[in-house]
């Protein structure tokens, strides 16, 4: 079973996934949403639909000082949605941050287009919020 990893922002949305044995995680794509959740609802089901997933993992923006941010309350919104459409898939939330800065820091090193970046840094982001998940379960074990 796969684990799908979500970064929730204000227009977009970037998803990772793990393979099968939950060995890698790979960046699977951004949803441009607009503010309409229909819209990622819809998609996740498709993507549901295609791969066997048992959690999903949705990255929670908190301050620095450990408070949560007035996004975290709308993302925590969102986690709401989630858990009423797909209420046998196990939903985690996992700290998110710097995830953003670190999707930046990547893509500067790689020396990604900066017109590519806005498209992408969502996956990105997502594919940490993942990994950091993925670690937090091995670490348990």
């Known amino acids: 079973m796969r684990k799908l990893g ?3 922002g204000d227009a977009r949305v970037g998803l990772a996934i793990t393979d099968e044995l939950g060995i890698t995680v790979q960046g699977l794509e951004t949803i441009h949403y607009n503010g309409n959740d229909k819209i990622i609802l819809k998609r996740l089901e498709e993507i549901f639909n295609q ?12 301050n620095m000082d450990g408070t949560k941010t007035e996004r975290a309350e709308i993302t925590e919104k969102f986690i709401h949605k989630l858990k009423c459409k797909f209420n046998k898939i196990k939903i985690e939330r996992i700290d998110e941050r710097l995830t953003t800065v670190a999707a930046h820091k990547t893509m500067n090193y790689l020396n990604i287009n900066k017109y590519k970046k806005k498209d992408i840094v969502d996956t990105i982001s997502a594919v940490y919020i993942l990994e950091t998940y993925m670690n937090k379960i091995k670490d348990s074990k």
């Open 6 to 8: 979500i970064d929730y």
């Open 51 to 62: 791969y066997k997933i048992d959690t999903i993992v949705v990255g929670l923006p908190i």
